[in-house]
């Protein structure tokens, strides 16, 4: 799981080090350390490095000795094309323990025999290849060292199996507990349903009438983890529910200076949340931000934001400072942005903002389409939302 | 006390609602954001109150250095976004930088994905639950003192290390689109876990994953790789992975198996090069099911969000064995699987270099690897059962064992009974003691008991594994199980 964009720039940047451009390497690494730059170039030369640091001298050595199986890159070393030399820092602690012991030199024959016949080579990694007939049913690209890694062998690199079969009692393996919030097996499927249904209900029984939501019924974990609390009792956890129900989350709703202040913070750091809870947002936390974000982008008040960036950018292009982050930003959104329903605001799904299960007031929805179903009260299975959550004026 | 329908396994769901606010960086592929649609998705769905709930608990350094380097998580424990510049060093050592970035939180964020994979194993360990999942986990490229691909901690082999507490092999699958080679190279030398990796290979990240990289030392035949080309469809997918996965379940007879769904080798991911669709994605999981172990599932790649989130809640609903509509309900970020607002999705037309002759070739070079496993048990228990088993177990019973296998199995089968009771497990001490605490059991375990009892249940749980009797006992049981 990564990117392979960057991995298909490694050779590229392969190529550039063998001609001798060896400084280019060696400068992202500093660069790296400041972490002040773009990442896309970046995170291609830091996958270039790793591929260097992978092939380590010391880590090589040991494992060459182990394996007889070198990689085309320590060859290249061997004739002083070096990339290691630049950067000694990078040492990742090799200490293979060498299990097996081939002749070095093997790796020499390997530089030429690769091409005609790479398994005859292969089969010496540890002795852990089938020194059977490779070649005939597997076919090669030509420059496959340059991407090609190892698997490493050695008590770095190997988890510690502790010998035989413990016996397991009631002490759990670690001191936190984990939290059961909601255990299914005490009540019967139709009771806690109808209990959910109540507690639907509930929620919509202060203001807009219930939409009708298609075939499913919703879970509420807040619910079903009151009912856990209550041991179980639907009564009681209805009648705390109720008692609750007057009293709404309403402190983590966001407010309309907290949003503009969000959106400077986009404008100056991008989605560098940290920056922008530093210098902009201080009432929230770095998580709230993130949670916050991904609800805002996709409503019409993001929408507006990106439409006015995408104006100032024009205006100021020629104080490209500014616009850095931007221009990454609104390059990213135009992917996503389609013809979607979009609510106005963000705010009206943050009432609830500890809860993923807040729903968001279908009023706000900007859509018409969503709209009339909702009216009609259609039963599409498109199911909408039944919360009754007043509409922010937050756009 | 009442159950769910008896058909359905016992599932149990770890999830953290603070995984979603986590944030690698501007520009990052990875967004623990995906595990919060996926969650959301299931709460809509009505999924959530089918299964048991978890908040795990966080891992702890202690935890973690089962596998990990003490050096390698004292540094991750330390580092912030505004101590960086003094880790300079140490950040090169342990490749934190730029792929794997210095995020806010980056260490809750790993003790919150470790500790949910380690408290799923317990639970398997504990017989308390079939299926776990844990969504926030998966993170198969970290490496004992190295971070790689997005990954600082490596879930996957500190679960494996867990339910090797319990049972004396352990196979291990990997569907990301990734090789996993951080799990491979952790259990690299070692017969106890078999590692089984599908993903794309040729100038692609990690860069191992060859098909000849088979394992050393005792470990040797106990890494399978399986490369793969760009544009695997469903259906190439499924041709190599059911015969695969049939003959090593035949030959490795592991009794716990941990699944990585990255869902990176769907079609469309923004990193991805596969053409799978959810469906086919969530064969697997349905495919791996029916084997009837003790399953853990956990997450991974996967970078088209949107589609992420339908895979994961599509495989829960597999392994909650409940179907779901296309239809996806409303929920927060409905607005994100437009223009369709569909379940699943279509693969695209890109065209498919995975020719059958190349996958035949690769299937038969695994199998000749397969048959070298030095102490394979000569009889196969498990080849993946058919869909509707639930009519056989009926009388099983009575049935003398060998009539209960289907015929396609018994076709396969080449030892008689005999060798039943001579595998490597045999005079495995401690095992039965771990038990004591427990009734006798109806309940299957494949491989733990080395009586010939308990293999007769065994290929019973073969035949049933969604038995509904097997349930109804096993139930009551668990409340005599104290909690943890």
């Given amino acids: 799981m990564s990117d392979c964009a960057l991995v298909a720039n490694v050779n590229e940047h392969d190529a550039s080090m063998d001609v001798g451009n060896d400084k280019s390497l060696f400068e992202p690494t500093v660069d790296m350390m400041v972490n002040d730059f ?3 170039r970046t995170l291609d030369e830091e996958e270039a490095l790793a591929a260097g640091e992978q092939q380590d001298p010391k880590a090589e ?34 200490e293979v323990v060498p299990e097996e012991t081939e002749k070095p030199e093997s790796a020499l024959q390997q530089l030429y025999s690769e091409t005609t016949s790479p398994e005859a080579t292969r089969c010496l990694r540890s002795g852990s290849r089938p020194p059977s007939e490779e070649e005939d049913d597997y076919d090669y690209s030509p420059d496959e060292d340059d991407w090609k890694k190892t698997i490493m062998v050695g008590s770095d690199y190997q988890a510690g199996i502790p010998e035989g079969l413990c016996s397991y009692d009631d002490a759990l393996p670690y001191e936190n507990e984990d939290k059961l919030l909601w255990n299914p097996s005490v009540l019967d499927e139709k009771v806690t349903e109808d209990y959910m249904k109540k507690v639907c209900v509930m929620n919509s029984g202060t203001g807009v009438e219930a939409v009708p939501r298609g075939k499913q019924l919703r879970d509420d974990e807040e619910a079903l983890f009151l009912l856990q609390q209550c041991g179980h009792n639907v009564e009681e956890a209805l009648r705390r529910r109720r008692i609750s129900a007057q009293t709404p989350a309403h402190a983590s709703l966001w407010s309309e200076e907290e949003c503009r202040n969000f959106e400077n913070g986009l404008k100056a750091h991008g989605k560098d ?86 729903q968001p007031d279908p009023l706000a929805l900007g859509e018409k389409e969503v709209f009339s179903q909702m009216n009609t009260h259609t039963t599409s299975s498109r199911a909408l939302s039944t919360e009754d959550q007043e509409p922010e004026a937050g756009s | 006390m009442a159950m769910q329908p008896h058909s359905k396994k016992r599932v149990c769901y770890y999830y953290d609602s603070d995984i979603g606010n986590y944030y690698y960086g501007q520009g990052h592929p990875m967004k623990p954001h995906r595990i919060r649609m996926t969650h959301n998705l299931l709460l809509n769905y009505g999924l959530y109150r089918k299964m048991e709930i978890y908040r795990p608990h966080k891992a702890t350094a202690d935890e973690m250095t089962k596998f990990h380097s003490d050096d ?24 934190v930088g ?3 970035p210095v995020f806010d939180g980056l260490y809750e964020f790993c003790q919150l994905s470790a500790g949910g994979s380690v408290a799923a194993a317990v639970k398997l360990n504990k017989q308390a639950s079939e299926i776990c999942i844990n969504w926030g986990g998966g993170l198969h490229h970290a490496k004992k003192s190295e971070a790689s691909g997005f990954c600082y901690v490596n879930d996957i082999v500190l679960g494996i290390l867990e339910l090797l507490k319990y049972h004396q092999r352990v196979l291990y699958i990997d569907i990301d689109v990734h090789h996993g080679d951080g799990v491979e190279e952790a259990f690299y030398t070692t017969d106890r876990v078999m590692t089984v990796s599908f993903h794309k290979y040729g100038e692609y990240f990690p860069g191992t994953g060859d098909l000849r990289d088979i394992g050393a030392g005792k470990g040797k035949y106990y890494a399978v790789n399986i490369p793969l080309r760009d544009g695997m469809d469903d259906e190439s997918y499924e041709s190599i992975f059911v015969p695969i996965i049939s003959k090593v379940m035949e030959t490795f007879q592991p009794s716990a198996v941990v699944l990585q769904c990255g869902a990176d080798s769907l079609t469309g991911d923004r990193l991805g090069c596969f053409n799978l669709t959810v469906r086919g994605h969530g064969r697997c999981v349905e495919l791996v099911k029916r084997f009837g172990l003790p399953f853990l599932l956990v997450g991974g790649g996967g970078y088209t969000i949107r589609n992420v989130s339908r895979c994961w809640t599509y495989e829960t609903s597999v392994a909650l064995g409940v179907e779901i509509a296309n239809e996806l309900p409303y929920n927060d970020y409905f607005e994100y699987f437009g223009p369709d607002f569909k379940l699943h999705i279509s693969p695209s037309n890109m065209s498919n270099q995975n020719t059958p002759e190349y996958l035949e070739k690769i299937k038969n070079r695994l199998f000749e690897n397969l048959r070298m496993l030095p102490h394979a048990p000569g009889v196969q228990v498990q080849a993946i059962p058919e869909d509707a088993v639930n009519d056989e177990s009926e009388d099983e019973d009575k049935v003398d064992k060998d009539e209960r296998l289907p015929q396609s199995e018994k076709d396969k089968r080449i030892t008689g009974e005999g060798e039943l009771s001579d595998s490597e497990d045999e005079g495995e001490g401690g095992r039965r003691d771990n038990r004591s605490y427990r009734t006798p059991q109806p309940r299957k375990r494949p491989r733990l008991d080395k009586d010939a009892p308990a293999l007769k249940d065994e290929l019973k749980a073969e035949d049933s594994k969604d038995d509904v009797k097997n349930m109804s006992v096993e139930e009551p049981k668990k409340d005599t199980v104290p909690n943890p």
């Fill in chain 1, 38 to 40: 773009d990442d896309e």
């Fill in chain 1, 61 to 94: 050595l040991n494992s060459l000795q182990r394996e007889g199986d070198m990689p085309l890159e320590e060859l290249l070393a061997l004739y002083g094309y070096d990339r290691n030399m630049d950067k000694p820092v990078v040492e990742p602690t090799p």
């Fill in chain 1, 273 to 358: 949340f940290h920056l922008i809870r530093q210098h902009k947002v201080r009432t929230r936390s770095v998580g709230e931000l993130v949670q916050f974000y991904y609800i805002w982008k996709k409503t019409e008040r993001h929408d507006i934001f990106a439409n006015k960036a995408r104006l100032e950018k024009k205006k100021y292009t020629l104080h490209p400072g500014h616009t850095d982050y931007m221009d990454r930003f609104l390059e990213e959104q135009e992917a996503s942005i389609g013809g979607v329903v979009r609510p106005a605001s963000p705010s009206t799904m943050m009432v609830y903002a500890p809860s993923p299960a807040a």
């Fill in chain 2, 72 to 95: 390698y998580i004292r540094f991750l424990r330390s580092i912030r976004p505004d101590n960086m510049s003094e880790y300079n060093k140490q950040m090169q050592r342990f490749n």
């Fill in chain 2, 98 to 100: 730029e792929d794997c």
